[in-house]
């Protein structure tokens, strides 16, 4: 099993920049796809954000992402990263890593562990 902790979140105003952390514990990260999801709002569903593969090679976005967030992975550290420039208020969510041993979890049915999420709110 894995543990996975997300940081990094907080308060930024529109255009700023944040790096959401996802660090892992108890497997290590090299074995497992990672993705990033968002939930907007208590009640509705999780979207995807952006995923990589294990070894770091494959990255996937969302199109609402695309060209202004940036995953990567160091598995040195066994911790993900998303790089989030850019920020726009409909980007304002609870951001939440999850693990996916044998696909990259671009839908949330193919994860395999979730952390508990990090709050990025986004001012205009």
């Known amino acids: 099993q894995v543990q996975l902790v997300e940081s990094g979140g907080g308060s930024v105003q529109a255009g700023g920049s944040l790096r959401l952390s996802c660090a892992a514990s108890?497997?290590?990260?090299?074995?497992?796809?990672v993705g990033w999801f968002r939930r907007r709002a208590p009640g509705r569903g999780r979207e995807f954000v952006a995923a990589i593969g294990w070894s770091g090679d494959t990255t996937y976005y969302a199109d609402s992402v695309k060209g202004r967030f940036t995953i990567s992975r160091d598995n040195a550290k066994n911790t993900v990263y998303l790089q989030m420039n850019s920020l726009k208020p409909e980007d304002t969510a609870v951001y939440s890593c999850a693990a996916g041993r044998d696909l990259v979890p671009t839908t949330p049915g193919a994860a395999n562990y979730w952390g508990q999420g990090t709050q990025v709110t986004v001012s205009s």
């Open positions: 108890g497997r290590t990260l090299s074995n497992y796809a």
